[in-house]
């Protein structure tokens, strides 16, 4: 595990090497979530043999993750949630990156087989809010699918997010499955999302 701080700016980059195995990302964004650092991009990436990379750049706008205390405490925290126990999420909060006073932003999921040969692509645009990518990232997990592949991206109360997703045995999903998967999915953020829930 690296964290590095971008120096002169409030962004750090959180890398981190482990087991290629389903769940790794829910528990990691989890971990970030409960920590209320907002990801501001992630790339994350199947190597082969057993192994995935995450990197993660958040936010810190005080610059904690340039001090050695909250070093420690992250990578702890990381370390805890990949050993299971990952922490509750609150998706509460309302940010300068949600700008809640605004209309919001209605998660919308695009499914595609024709991006990639070998993946179901699911590009998700929805409104930036604490526990997004683990909201995401916990959907796929518990339909029993791998993500192999991701990028997420925020510009400015906007998340962009693509997710490279294949099935238990590796293989990419038929097309019924994919629409019917990227409708629950677009459903169930919107009910996440408190400002977008039906009251």
Do not use: W
């Amino acid at each position: 595990m690296d964290i590095a701080h971008e120096a002169g700016s409030d962004h750090a980059e959180i890398t981190v090497l482990c087991g290629d195995r389903r769940g790794a990302l829910v528990q990691l964004s989890a971990s970030l979530a409960a920590s209320r650092y907002g990801v501001m991009s992630a790339e994350i990436y199947s190597l082969g043999e057993g192994t995935a990379m995450h990197v993660f750049r958040v936010l810190d706008a005080g610059r904690r993750l340039a001090q050695p205390q909250p070093i420690r405490a992250m990578e702890q925290a990381m370390r805890a949630a990949l050993g299971g126990d990952a922490p509750p999420i609150r998706r509460d909060r309302i940010t300068l990156r949600s700008l809640g006073f605004l209309p919001p932003i209605v998660a919308k999921v695009s499914p595609s087989n024709e991006v990639a040969t070998e993946h179901t692509v699911f590009d998700v645009v929805a409104g930036d809010r604490d526990g997004l990518l683990h909201d995401i990232a916990a959907f796929f997990d518990a339909r029993g699918l791998r993500v192999e592949l991701a990028f997420v991206t925020t510009l400015g109360r906007r998340a962009h997010d693509s997710f490279y997703v294949v099935d238990g045995g590796g293989a990419k999903l038929d097309g019924e499955e994919a629409s019917r998967l990227g409708r629950e999915l677009g459903a169930a953020l919107v009910e996440l999302d408190p400002r977008t829930r039906r009251r």
